[in-house]
């Protein structure tokens, strides 16, 4: 030190150090300005990210959460549908000739004619008329009102999806078609309400039919199978290692593994049920059940890492209080320590169960992306999931699955920010700290 | 018929409880000292019925199935599966099933509606017996645990035992798990190069897993070189990255050293909120928004991009890797020892200084270590994939071309397949055991980079 201050001593004065320093702190502040903008850069590309990804969801999507409707009288023609040929009949027939008679200038008595004006009813029509007169056959000779969903093209039109002004050439909806149509808006039979279809119909070839109800159904069995197994197995697991394993090299291995599945990606562990579940065991395909089975699998090591925390978190007090009254080991883990750590064990369950909720992979390897159009009544059934019937109507060609998916994918969101909404209140709510 | 057996089940552990419970009141109402608590007799009665008996439910609940399948299809008439293969068998046991469901389509040969008849009859007699050797084992080990009940009975230790039983192997399940992955991957591994050899797989630069459904068809002979396919999951996965690193690098130096505290609360659960979106819905963005974007912007510019381009996949897996990054190298950031702060501070550095020489350097094994698991995750993410990526595999570096990936090759060799003995089903699982090789090494050495750093420093 004595050197170098004698040789600032010795040399002729020129810059002090903190004139150096004022000299270059510009530049150096600027420099950190510089690195505060890219980051701040980063994270609004990661909004921005985010914002185009709900934005494009919601823009195409919420058009599906209303159907478009026409409300029109059916006579119920005797000579089209005779009683005695129950349930057989000509339902379709019958519903194009009431259409045909509120579209004046129409002539129904040509084919095509009639086959185009039918085209405006959803394929669906039909077989609701048929449930109708099958369940009341003194409908026969009378006229009901119906009101029915439009096929797609015209739901489309109606949402302005289809723009008019498009060359009728390159429109799904001929320009005679529009004009029925706007016939039939200037009657004021069409309408356009809360889409229930959406969550109360199957899955279906025509997007105006298609709806979740299947789905739901069968990513309830399959969560439902998911939390029986790796719930219990999970907390099982967890309170061994934390609590009672002795330190020994078992219980270290056990640790790694646990590690290491959390990370072994999803697709591996549809192969896993795809070769052992069904291969082996012979448990049906496609079925909620054997999707449960998988994702609980894939759940546990989620529910282990949450549970040791919750557990770790509980101050060494409680239990030395426990063991010094009297309790056994075990009394004091399931009579203390347990409880005390229950919401940070339930917070964590519901954060692996809904990422479960949206992993798609496994169940797609176990066939669980079928065409079904009943919804499942037992695990065992086959049946499609949520992510899975997203997988399905985003493959779909037919332009109105396109708005489906988008409102499939805001249903599923919905219910993961549901499920993550309940987790965080039970954390603030029930979280104890120390 | 299959709830049944549960019900007597839960009955008779119920019935076990309150027995011994009963009887363990009575000798401490008789006046004598109990050792175990009487509510420990009843749970020990409880749980010596409940673990045997529902594990032996269990085990021939999942039996049954597949043996009686194979009684009914070893007892069909001689020379009717002479000539078929396995789809051909499988089909028939489907015929069969479906009859004896009551569904029959046209009209069934006599011995299928016999072995229907037997089959419907052997399911009926393994029920029953289920049934009753629940009732038998129920009361067996009911009388058991009766028998024990006295007064220096250690109930309370039994109990405890079993429940510790119960809880190691709850904690095996993640070695069975492990084990389960790699046995059923390598014996379908094995029985793939059986059929193909291991060198063509391995070092072979043509996959074309299409085989000839027919014999006379004519079609390629189907190729398994997988160096196509690694190409293409390593093209997408440094698109990814080039997307990720830099975005959730930059942001986790922002909000760990200058955000504002509130900036910070809100910006880290958005993040989160980024990582919880299921990569299906990442999937249906990539085909719905950045596909179409790039494909009208490289044509705009005169650039011939292909309708399923790695760009778009990569670049959507990018951004769902952003928070995994950002909250890797957030906390590597935030274990740095505050001394180190201090002492660059102190120093008279500025905020910007320190954190470029000194916090960056010093957690760098840190964030190499969550970068490394986010080049597994991205290796083996499927759905963004398989929807947004192609199916031929191509030797291409070229990211505006279609390439394929490991998991998009297993997805469409299994959708919709039934048969394990052709080599395209196979190939799928071959794919699989070295997606699962690769991943675990990466994993694990990226876990003891991130371990070993932070024992460093703690």
């Known amino acids: ?434 | 018929m299959t709830a049944l057996p549960f019900l007597l089940l839960i009955l008779a552990v119920a019935a076990g409880y309150a027995i011994n419970r009963g009887a363990a009141r009575a000798i401490r109402d008789g006046g004598s000292r109990l050792h175990s608590m009487t509510s420990y007799h009843g749970v020990f009665a409880a749980l010596l019925i409940l673990v045997p008996v529902l594990t032996f439910t269990l085990l021939w609940l999942a039996l049954q199935g597949p043996v009686i399948d194979r009684i009914t299809m070893s007892g069909l008439p001689d020379g009717a599966l002479d000539g078929l293969d396995s789809g051909g068998v499988q089909l028939i046991l489907a015929e069969i099933k479906s009859v004896s469901r009551g569904q029959i389509f046209g009209t069934p040969e006599d011995w299928k509606i016999a072995a229907s008849e037997r089959y419907v009859l052997l399911h009926t007699r393994a029920d029953w017996f289920l049934v009753a050797a629940v009732c038998v084992l129920s009361l067996a080990l009911l009388a058991v645990a009766r028998s024990r009940v006295a007064a220096d009975f250690r109930a309370r230790q039994g109990v405890e035992g079993i429940v510790t039983g119960l809880m190691i192997f709850c904690s095996t399940v993640a070695i069975f798990t492990t084990i389960g992955i790699i046995l059923s991957l390598s014996y379908e591994t094995y029985r793939f190069f059986e059929l193909v050899p291991v060198t063509e797989f391995l070092f072979g630069l043509n996959w074309e897993p299409q085989i000839p459904l027919r014999d006379d068809q004519i079609a390629a002979e189907g190729a398994f070189g997988w160096l196509p396919v690694i190409l293409g999951t390593i093209v997408i996965t440094v698109v990814a990255l080039v997307v990720a690193v830099p975005v959730g690098l930059f942001s986790a130096i922002y909000l760990n050293e200058f955000a504002p505290k509130r900036l910070r609360s809100v910006v880290k659960p958005v993040l989160e909120i980024l990582a919880g979106v299921p990569t299906v819905v990442y999937g249906f963005f990539a085909i719905l928004v950045v596909a179409p974007a790039i494909r009208s912007f490289g044509q705009s510019i005169g650039l011939d991009v292909s309708p399923n381009t790695a760009l778009a996949a990569g670049g959507v897996m990018g951004i769902m890797l952003i928070p995994f990054i950002s909250s890797f190298a957030d906390d590597a950031l935030s274990a740095v020892p505050q001394a180190m702060r201090d002492g660059a501070l102190g120093l008279g550095s500025t905020r910007g200084e320190m954190m470029t020489t000194v916090l960056f350097p010093a957690a760098l094994p840190g964030i190499v270590g969550g970068v490394l698991l986010a080049v597994s995750r991205a290796i083996g993410e499927t759905m963004i994939v398989v929807m947004a990526a192609g199916l031929i595999a191509k030797m291409t570096i070229n990211p505006l071309d279609s390439v394929t990936t490991v998991t998009v090759q297993i997805v469409t060799m299994l959708i919709g397949d039934t048969s394990f003995d052709n080599p395209k089903t196979l190939a799928a699982f071959a794919l699989g055991m070295m997606l699962f090789l690769v991943t675990l090494v990466i994993n694990i050495f990226a876990l003891r980079i991130v371990r070993k750093y932070r024992e460093a420093y703690d």
């Open chain 1, 1 to 434: 030190m004595t050197d170098i201050s004698n040789a600032h001593g010795a040399a002729p004065r020129r810059t002090t150090s903190s004139e150096l320093v004022a000299a270059s702190l510009k530049r150096r502040r600027r420099k950190q300005a510089y690195l505060q903008g890219v980051g701040l850069g980063a994270i609004l590309i990661a909004f921005l990210m985010l914002f185009i990804l709900v934005a494009s969801l919601v823009s195409t999507g919420w058009q599906a959460f209303t159907q478009t409707h026409v409300t029109l009288d059916v006579y119920v023609d005797p000579e089209e549908i005779p009683a005695e040929r129950l349930p057989r009949g000509g339902f379709d027939d019958a519903l194009a000739a009431s259409l045909g008679r509120m579209l004046p200038g129409t002539d129904m008595s040509d084919r095509g004619t009639a086959r185009a004006v039918e085209g405006i009813l959803s394929n669906g029509a039909q077989f609701e008329l048929r449930d109708r007169v099958v369940a009341d056959p003194s409908l026969i000779g009378q006229t009901i009102t119906m009101t029915v969903p439009v096929s797609d093209p015209f739901d489309q039109l109606n949402k302005g999806l289809i723009e008019r002004e498009t060359p009728e050439v390159n429109r799904r909806v001929k320009d005679n078609e529009v004009a029925w149509f706007d016939t039939l808006a200037a009657n004021g039979a069409i309408s356009k309400p809360f889409n229930w279809g959406l969550f109360t119909n199957a899955d279906s070839r025509f997007p105006e039919l298609a709806g979740l109800k299947g789905a739901l159904v069968g990513s309830f069995w399959a969560l439902l199978t998911c939390f029986l197994i790796s719930f219990p197995l999970g907390i099982g697991a967890a309170i061994y290692l934390e609590e009672f394993a002795p330190k020994s090299r078992l219980s270290d291995f056990i640790e790694v593994n646990i590690n290491n599945l959390a990370a072994v990606p999803s697709v591996v562990f549809g192969l896993l049920a795809l070769s052992v579940f069904i291969g082996w065991f012979g448990l049906p395909r496609s079925a909620p059940f054997v999707g449960g089975l998988t994702l609980a699998l894939m759940t546990m090591p989620t529910i282990i890492i949450a549970t040791r925390a919750a557990l770790k978190a509980v101050p060494p007090s409680i239990r030395e209080a426990a063991l010094g009254l009297g309790a056994s080991r075990q009394q004091v883990v399931f009579h203390h320590v347990l409880p005390l750590a229950m919401p940070g064990i339930l917070t964590g369950t519901i954060i692996g169960l809904a990422q479960a909720l949206g992993e798609t992979a496994p169940l797609l390897l176990i066939g669980m992306n079928a065409f079904i159009t009943s919804a499942a009544s037992s695990p065992f059934d086959s049946s499609t999931a949520l992510p899975t019937q997203i997988f399905i109507w985003a493959d779909s060609p037919e332009r109105g699955f396109v708005s489906r998916t988008s409102a499939a994918i805001l249903v599923l969101l919905g219910f993961l920010v549901m499920m993550n909404a309940v987790a965080i209140y039970l954390r603030q709510k029930f979280e104890r700290k120390w």
